[in-house]
C-alpha cells in the first residue's frame, strides 16, 4: 500500500470552479508539503504544515489555499481556478527530526489538474 | 536566498554510457543535498543524499558527492540501464534558520537511454 495517496489522480475542471485535491498519510509524519511542478521550472512550494496548527505559506501561495484535517490529512483548495493553475501537483511529507534524515520528504504520487 | 542549477535536458544516452548530471547550488552555511528521481507517471523518489562536506551519497549504482569548495553535488553513473529513464532532480535543505525543514529543488534534467 502507498504510504501517501493523493486524490484525485487527474482531474480537468473550467475556470471559476472550486477545486479541492487531498492528501493522505500512513506515516505518521507531522510534516506535509503541497507543490506544484510545471515543465522547465521544477517543483515549487505552496503551502507547507508543521502539525495540525501549524500552516505557513510557501513560495507561490496566492490562490491557494489548504486546510490541515488531522495529522494524515492535508487538502490543498483553488477557490476559483484559473487556467495558469494547471500543473502536476504533489503532496510530501516529512519527519520532524533534526537527525540525518532531517527533511527527507517522501512523495505521493500527484495530481494532473487542468483548468479550461 | 538558496538556490539549486542543474544541467538542462534532456539527456540521451546509450544504454552502458556513462552518466554525469551537474548540480551547484547556492546557500549559507552547510545545507544538506539530495538527488531525487521521477520514474514517468509518478511521484519523486529519494535517490541519494550528503548532509557534510566530502560526504558522497550512493545508490542503485548512483553516486554524488558533497563538494563545498565548488558548492558542487554531480550525480553519477557508471554504466546506465534503460530503466534509469527518468526525470532527475537536484535539491536542497539550509542547515538551520526558519527554512531548515524546506527544500529547494532545481528545475530537473530528464534523462533517456536507448538500448
Known amino acids: 500500500d502507498a504510504d501517501v495517496t493523493q486524490t484525485p489522480r487527474n482531474r480537468i475542471t473550467k475556470t471559476g470552479k472550486r477545486i479541492m485535491l487531498e492528501c493522505s498519510q500512513t506515516k505518521g509524519h507531522d510534516r506535509m508539503y503541497w507543490y506544484r511542478q510545471d515543465p522547465g521550472l521544477g517543483l515549487r512550494l505552496i503551502y507547507y504544515?508543521?502539525?495540525?496548527?501549524?500552516?505557513n505559506k510557501g513560495e507561490i501561495s496566492d490562490g491557494y489555499s489548504v486546510s490541515r484535517q488531522a495529522q494524515a490529512k492535508f487538502s490543498l483548495s483553488l477557490e476559483s481556478a484559473i487556467p495558469n493553475q494547471t500543473a502536476l501537483y504533489f503532496c510530501?511529507?516529512?519527519?520532524?527530526?533534526?537527525?540525518?534524515?532531517?527533511?527527507?520528504?517522501?512523495f505521493g504520487p500527484g495530481t494532473r489538474l487542468t483548468v479550461l | 536566498g538558496n538556490s539549486v542549477t542543474q544541467m538542462e535536458g534532456p539527456v540521451t544516452l546509450s544504454e552502458e554510457a556513462f552518466l554525469t548530471i551537474n548540480c551547484t547550488y547556492t546557500?549559507?552555511?552547510?545545507?544538506?543535498l539530495f538527488w531525487y528521481v521521477q520514474y514517468p507517471g509518478e511521484g519523486l523518489q529519494l535517490l541519494l543524499k550528503?548532509?557534510?562536506?566530502?560526504d558522497k551519497g550512493s545508490n542503485k549504482g548512483f553516486e554524488a558527492t558533497y563538494r563545498k569548495e565548488t558548492t558542487s553535488f554531480h550525480l553519477e553513473k557508471g554504466s546506465v540501464q534503460v530503466s534509469d529513464s527518468a526525470v532527475y532532480f537536484c535539491a536542497l535543505s539550509p542547515y538551520s534558520g526558519a527554512g531548515s525543514y524546506q527544500l529547494t529543488f532545481g528545475k530537473g534534467t530528464k534523462l533517456s537511454v536507448i538500448p
Open positions: 504544515s508543521f502539525d495540525v496548527k501549524d500552516i
Open positions: 510530501a511529507t516529512s519527519e520532524k527530526s533534526s537527525g540525518i534524515t532531517r527533511n527527507e520528504q517522501f
Open positions: 546557500a549559507t552555511g552547510y545545507p544538506s
Open positions: 550528503a548532509t557534510k562536506a566530502d
